[in-house]
């Protein structure tokens, strides 16, 4: 069964850090893409990372680059997004999703049941 768990979702103030955990199982992660897509109210689901588990690349989202930066441990099986100089506008639900590699984050954004999701961790960010 494919699990995906999030944690590390808090508050803080515009300027800090919080560090997301995604601890998976369930699947090989060679064969898939695991990131974050998040989702504030009023707004669409937008994918904000994503590391592939067949070559390491990486990718983000324009909002956040030079902000948050993606990496995984394999022994751990746990991929972590490092969120550095959070803006109120990054206040949304952040879920841990894995999906073949044959899909783009985008498309899992746009169509979630073409890949697993955690429950979602919140991180908001005061101004």
């Known amino acids: 069964e494919v699990q995906l768990v999030e944690s590390g979702g808090g508050l803080v103030q515009a300027g800090g850090s919080l560090r997301l955990s995604c601890a998976a199982s369930?699947?090989?992660?060679?064969?898939?893409?695991i990131g974050w897509i998040r989702q504030a109210p009023g707004k669409e689901r937008e994918g904000v990372s994503c590391?592939?588990?067949?070559?390491?690349?990486?990718y983000y989202t324009d909002s956040v680059k030079g902000r948050f930066t993606i990496s995984n441990d394999l022994a751990k099986k746990t991929i972590y997004l490092q969120m550095n100089d959070l803006k109120p506008e990054d206040t949304a639900v952040y879920y841990c999703?894995?999906?073949?590699?044959?899909?783009?984050?985008?498309?899992?954004?746009?169509?979630?049941?073409?890949?697993?999701w955690g429950q979602g961790t919140q991180v908001t960010v005061s101004s």
């Open positions: 590391i592939k588990g067949n070559d390491g690349s990486t």
């Open positions: 369930g699947f090989y992660f060679e064969d898939y893409a």
């Open positions: 999703i894995a999906y073949n590699l044959i899909w783009d984050i985008k498309e899992i954004a746009s169509n979630p049941n073409f890949g697993y």
